[in-house]
């Protein structure tokens, strides 16, 4: 695969990686210590997580972008950050 850009809106600016296989495991380390629901982090773990970014990489193969909404805080007390990756030639 090609080299990619991945950033997560208000916490991670866009950022260059060889692969989809160095942004991934970057990505996860900004996420996995962020106050998220379980539900809504183990969801985020299958997407970008350990063993995750499958279904990232068959985006990313087939329109060149690939995204999520990271919901940080409580239910009633939240903001969005969009999570996005994308193709591009280094």
């Known amino acids: ?12 600016l866009p ?11 970057v990505l996860w380390e900004r996420v996995r210590a962020l106050p998220i629901r379980e539900a809504h982090r183990d969801f985020i ?19 060149g972008r690939w995204s999520v909404i990271l ?5 009633t007390d939240w903001t969005a950050h969009p999570i996005t990756i994308t193709t591009h030639t280094p």
Request: some cysteine.
């Open 45 to 63: 773990r299958c997407c970008i997580g350990p063993g995750g970014g499958t279904g990232a990489a068959r985006c990313l193969a087939r329109s």
């Open 71 to 75: 919901y940080v805080g409580e239910m």
């Open 1 to 12: 695969m090609s080299a990619v850009r991945a950033g997560i809106a208000g916490i991670m």
């Open 15 to 25: 950022t260059d990686f060889p692969s989809l296989d160095h942004a991934l495991p």
